[in-house]
Nanobody, 115 residues
Framework: QVQLVESGGGLVQAGGSLRLSCVAS????????MNWYRQFPGKQRELVAV???????NYADSVKGRFTISRDNAKNTAYLQMNSLKPEDTAVYYC?????????WGQGTQVTVSS
C-alpha cells in the first residue's frame, strides 16, 4: 500500500510559477512510476507528466517546455515544477504512483491561475 500526499497548489497570476510536491509513504518509492495528472471541471483526468524509476520523463504537449517533473528517491517525493502558468492550467492536480497492477492516487491539490 502507498499513501500519497500532494502539496504546493494555490492561486498564482498568469506567467507565475508553482512547485507541487507529492510525498509517498508505505512502500519502496524508488521502483514506482510516478505521474502527475490534472482534472478540469466536468472532464476526465488527463496525464500531464511521467517520470520512470530510472528518471526518464515525458510530458503532455500542452505543458512541454513549461513544466518539469522530477523525483528525489531519498525523500520519497515527486515534484512538478510549473512555470509560465496560463489560466488554462487551472485544475486539480493529482499525484499517481504505478507499479504493475498497483495504482495509487493522492487527494489532489487545486491550482488556480488568474489572468
Amino acid at each position: 500500500q502507498v499513501q500519497l500526499v500532494e502539496s504546493g497548489g494555490g492561486l498564482v497570476q498568469a506567467g507565475g510559477s508553482l512547485r507541487l510536491s507529492c510525498v509517498a509513504s508505505g512502500s519502496i518509492f524508488s521502483i514506482y512510476l510516478m505521474n502527475w495528472y490534472r482534472q478540469f471541471p466536468g472532464k476526465q483526468r488527463e496525464l500531464v507528466a511521467v517520470i520512470t524509476s530510472g528518471g526518464s520523463t515525458n510530458y503532455a504537449d500542452s505543458v512541454k517546455g513549461r513544466f518539469t517533473i522530477s523525483r528525489d528517491n531519498a525523500k520519497n517525493t515527486a515534484y512538478l515544477q510549473m512555470n509560465s502558468l496560463k489560466p488554462e492550467d487551472t485544475a486539480v492536480y493529482y499525484c499517481n504512483a504505478r507499479l504493475a497492477l498497483k495504482n495509487y492516487w493522492g487527494q489532489g491539490t487545486q491550482v488556480t491561475v488568474s489572468s
